[in-house]
């Protein structure tokens, strides 16, 4: 038996779907997914996980419509101005991972000017913004080693994927190697908290025996 994961990660896909379903643009969908997140964070604190690091942007999602794109980046400064005094109240480490220099200039000062102030607090939200993993050519240990992007990070204990979707979409390829991973049909929008605690609740009965025997 496990007790709560130290570091959940979460792969927060649905958006558009549930978006589709209520006959609103993509955009709404990622809205709600920002207040999910919120939510989550907050759940986080009461059970006692860490570290919470979400995908919220893939070196693939530039590739969508350039609506799309500036209206997540739109949103995610909202996000940092909006949540900044919530984050401080309650002593959580802001962090971005990803390819930062990819992001506008306003978002990037905004991101490391959040950083900075939270940088002494032990809980984290970790947001994945135009992240991916390494090429194939540059997939040697050293490269790894030289190229996480918060290397202090213990690897997550258990990766969430909403909407029903069997795969990493390379999130955290190296880090997940011994990764509990649960996937549930929840859209990530509706992940509520009785979503949240049968994710952790299956965590708590895996056996992890990390490459051991039993
Ligand atoms: C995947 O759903 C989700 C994203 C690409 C964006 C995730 C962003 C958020 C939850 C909100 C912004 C985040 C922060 C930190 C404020 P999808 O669009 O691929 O959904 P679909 O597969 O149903 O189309």
């Given at each position: 038996m496990n007790g709560v994961p130290r570091h959940l990660a979460v792969i927060m896909d649905g958006n558009g779907r549930w978006a589709l379903a209520r006959g609103k643009p993509r955009l709404a969908g990622h809205r709600a997914g920002a207040e999910t997140l919120e939510r989550v964070l907050a759940w986080c604190g009461e059970v006692g996980v860490e570290i919470l690091t979400v995908y919220?942007?893939?070196?693939?999602?530039?590739?969508?419509?350039k609506d799309e794109v500036e209206g997540l980046m739109r949103l995610l400064g909202l996000f940092l101005r909006n949540r900044r005094a919530k984050l401080l109240e309650d002593r959580v480490r802001f962090r971005v991972i990803g390819r930062r220099d990819d992001l506008p200039p306003a978002l990037r000062r905004r991101i490391a000017a959040l950083e900075a102030e939270t940088a002494a607090f032990t809980r984290q939200l970790v947001v994945a913004l135009s992240y991916g993993g390494l090429p194939a050519e540059e997939r040697t240990d050293a490269a790894f080693a030289r190229c996480l992007y918060a290397p202090d990070l213990p690897d997550p204990d258990l990766i969430v994927r909403t909407s029903g979707e069997f795969r990493l979409s390379n999130f955290l390829l190296w880090q997940c190697a011994y990764s509990e991973l649960f996937v549930t049909d929840v859209l990530w929008p509706d992940f509520d908290r009785a979503a949240f605690d049968r994710a952790l609740a299956s965590y708590a009965r895996r056996d992890r025996r990390m490459g051991g025997h039993a």
């Open positions: 919220a942007f893939s070196t693939e999602n530039w590739r969508r419509p």
